[in-house]
């Protein structure tokens, strides 16, 4: 597992739970399910808010990119260099629109492109045509206004690139004709750090386990609905906790709490839910943590394009 879970309070209220979200780089969906019952436009001033920045990362192979599609994942693990720890970099995903999925499967990283051009695949324009849009454009040329942001990496994949969008906001949403969707600044970091041939997994895991100290934890995120499977949550839970004790034998705490494992995934919380001996409840343990107080501005209207916003604003 990485990162730590935070709690903040508002104190400009004029921010939104996406303006959060995008702060702590995390997606639509990751700040809406830790926060339920908070308005997402009008939190309010003081509202104490759940900042999800803990995550437990996908089955291995932890080499070159990863992407989880129903958790909205993608997670970078550059080759350590030699006599460094091995590190991972983890940012949020806009995903596919129903029934326009991201292959699932190994490829790699075949061209990077700096503002890219787009012109606009004949399926896409007839969508576009039977939604009501007969004037949506047939080629974006590079600039703020290009949905393919001013970055993008092709995979293998035909016509799949993991690129930014010139529509930030949604992040974590299913958004996109198959291709993987940044936030304008995580393009901008992963694209000089990932060269070309990087090898790139596409998964289909929904539920996650995975272990700090000694505290086993569960995450469940909403499946996919292109990815239909014959497995149930519990099924899946039971084969993500096997496989991690296969990966670490003797290192997991005995017995190990199937039940509570079950009822986990059946909960399906985004946010890793503590199981096992002395696990306590998740609302317990963010009630104990000491909220620090947020204070930026609003990214504002002017951010919702595939620029990068001003350094300020992504300042911690």
Same mark, same amino acid.
């Given at each position: 597992?990485?990162?730590?879970?935070?709690?903040?309070?508002?104190?400009?209220?004029?921010?939104?739970?996406?303006?959060?979200? %995008?702060?702590?780089?995390?997606?639509?969906?990751?700040?809406?399910?830790?926060?339920?019952?908070?308005?997402?436009?009008?939190?309010?001033?003081?509202?104490?808010? $759940?900042?999800?920045?803990?995550?437990?990362?996908?089955?291995?192979?932890?080499?070159?990119?990863?992407?989880?599609?129903?958790?909205?994942?993608?997670?970078?693990?550059?080759?350590?260099?030699?006599?460094?720890?091995?590190?991972?970099?983890? $940012?949020?995903?806009?995903?596919?629109?129903?029934?326009?999925?991201?292959?699932?499967?190994?490829?790699?990283?075949?061209?990077?492109?700096?503002?890219?051009?787009?012109?606009?695949?004949?399926?896409?324009?007839?969508?576009?045509?039977?939604?009501?849009?007969?004037?949506?454009?047939?080629?974006?040329?590079?600039?703020?206004?290009?949905?393919?942001?001013?970055?993008?990496?092709?995979?293998?994949?035909?016509?799949?690139?993991?690129?930014?969008?010139? %529509?930030?906001?949604?992040?974590?949403?299913?958004?996109?004709?198959?291709?993987?969707?940044?936030?304008?600044?995580?393009?901008?970091?992963?694209?000089?750090?990932?060269?070309?041939?990087?090898?790139?997994?596409?998964?289909?895991?929904? $539920?996650?386990?995975?272990?700090?100290?000694?505290?086993?934890?569960?995450?469940?995120?909403?499946?996919?609905?292109?990815?239909?499977?014959?497995?149930?949550?519990?099924?899946?839970?039971?084969?993500?906790?096997?496989?991690?004790?296969?990966?670490?034998?003797?290192?997991?705490?005995?017995?190990?709490?199937?039940?509570?494992?079950?009822?986990?995934?059946?909960?399906?919380?985004?946010?890793?839910?503590?199981?096992?001996?002395?696990?306590?409840?998740?609302?317990?343990?963010?009630?104990?943590?000491?909220?620090?107080?947020?204070?930026?501005?609003?990214?504002?209207?002017?951010?919702?394009?595939?620029?990068?916003?001003?350094?300020?604003?992504?300042?911690?």
């Amino acid at each position: 597992m990485v990162g730590h879970m935070r709690v903040i309070t508002l104190e400009n209220p004029a921010n939104t739970l996406l303006d959060i979200a %995008r702060h702590y780089d995390l997606g639509y969906n990751e700040i809406t399910a830790a926060n339920p019952g908070v308005s997402v436009w009008l939190p309010g001033l003081g509202t104490r808010i $759940v900042v999800p920045t803990e995550f437990i990362l996908p089955p291995k192979p932890w080499v070159g990119i990863v992407v989880d599609i129903p958790q909205r994942r993608l997670y970078y693990f550059p080759t350590p260099r030699p006599g460094r720890a091995a590190r991972v970099v983890t $940012v949020p995903i806009g995903i596919a629109r129903r029934g326009w999925p991201t292959p699932l499967g190994r490829t790699r990283i075949i061209a990077k492109y700096r503002d890219p051009s787009w012109i606009v695949p004949k399926d896409i324009q007839q969508e576009h045509r039977s939604e009501g849009d007969p004037q949506f454009p047939s080629y974006f040329p590079p600039g703020p206004g290009n949905p393919m942001g001013m970055l993008a990496m092709q995979t293998g994949f035909p016509e799949i690139f993991i690129h930014g969008t010139d %529509r930030p906001w949604g992040i974590g949403m299913r958004v996109s004709h198959g291709c993987m969707h940044l936030y304008p600044e995580d393009a901008a970091y992963l694209f000089p750090r990932v060269p070309v041939g990087t090898s790139v997994r596409i998964i289909d895991r929904p $539920v996650l386990v995975g272990i700090r100290g000694h505290q086993l934890y569960v995450s469940a995120a909403p499946a996919v609905s292109d990815y239909p499977s014959a497995r149930s949550y519990g099924t899946q839970a039971v084969a993500a906790l096997s496989r991690l004790r296969a990966h670490l034998p003797g290192q997991l705490p005995e017995p190990l709490p199937w039940k509570q494992l079950l009822a986990a995934a059946q909960a399906r919380r985004i946010v890793p839910v503590p199981i096992g001996p002395g696990a306590s409840r998740v609302e317990r343990e963010l009630a104990a943590l000491r909220p620090v107080a947020y204070k930026l501005v609003p990214y504002g209207v002017d951010a919702n394009n595939a620029a990068t916003p001003p350094l300020a604003a992504t300042q911690p």
